[in-house]
């Protein structure tokens, strides 16, 4: 089986500020993993994922993960956060279907 | 490309009822997936479509509940005698299938959000 753990529900950073969030996987094979941005009301966007090849994982509006197998962790970064960053973010692993963390809801403070 | 779309967006309905629901994957896009969402938290897996074949079916997906794809495009998802519990936020998802679904990026519609009474 098949999981992703986030740590933090809710993660407030100031604006220009670093972004991290955090997610760490379980996985009995090779995992391939996604971060996913939900905004209010909407479905959610791929944001960047990790299918085995390089490791440090560049996504869209400025934002980067690293596989750390030794770590068993996926986390996501951006260097400077951004207004319109504030949403909720999801982790996910796949084997066909993906399965999600609980998500973290990222609040940019001006 | 338009994108995955969800009719309708919202529904409210009375405990007992049955609804349905639609979505329009992209275009030519093999794979079809649904989700549900509740509050707090992230989708879970109901089941899954390659073509027109149901392939998997997750245990959340009770005997209640009921998807079809009849041509492999559009998908269907129903719920009969509905109760408060199936109140939450239905998404669909497509991918092309072309990876054997492991790494295939799924493009999610904007979902349904079902009020039970």
């Known amino acids: 089986a098949q999981s992703v753990t986030q740590l933090g529900s809710h993660v407030s950073v100031s604006e220009g500020a670093l972004v991290l969030l955090r997610c760490n996987y379980s996985?009995?094979?090779?995992?391939?993993l996604f971060w996913y941005v939900q905004y209010p009301n909407q479905g959610l966007q791929l944001l960047l994922k990790y299918t085995s090849a390089a490791t440090l994982v560049k996504g869209i509006n400025g934002f980067e993960a690293e596989f750390k197998k030794s770590e068993t962790s996926f986390h996501l970064t951006k260097p400077s956060a951004h207004m319109s960053d504030a949403a909720e973010y999801f982790c996910a692993v796949t084997h066909e279907k993906l399965t999600f963390g609980t998500g973290t809801r990222l609040t940019i403070i001006p | 490309d338009t994108g995955v779309s969800q009719d309708p967006r919202h529904k409210i309905t009375k405990r007992g009822q049955n609804v349905t629901f639609r979505c329009d994957p992209i275009?030519?896009?093999?794979?079809l997936y649904w989700y549900r969402q509740t509050l707090g938290q992230g989708p879970e897996f109901l089941t899954y479509?390659?073509?027109?074949?149901?392939?998997?079916k997750s245990r959340l997906l009770s005997d209640r509940f009921s998807a079809e794809r009849p041509k492999g495009s559009f998908s269907t998802l129903e719920i009969q005698r509905t109760e408060q519990g199936d109140s939450a936020m239905y998404l669909c998802a497509s991918s092309t299938g072309t990876s054997g679904g492991y790494t295939d990026t799924q493009y999610f519609g904007p979902g349904t959000r079902l009020t039970v009474l």
């Open positions: 996985s009995s094979v090779p995992p391939y």
């Open positions: 479509f390659q073509n027109e074949a149901q392939l998997e």
């Open positions: 275009s030519e896009h093999n794979r």
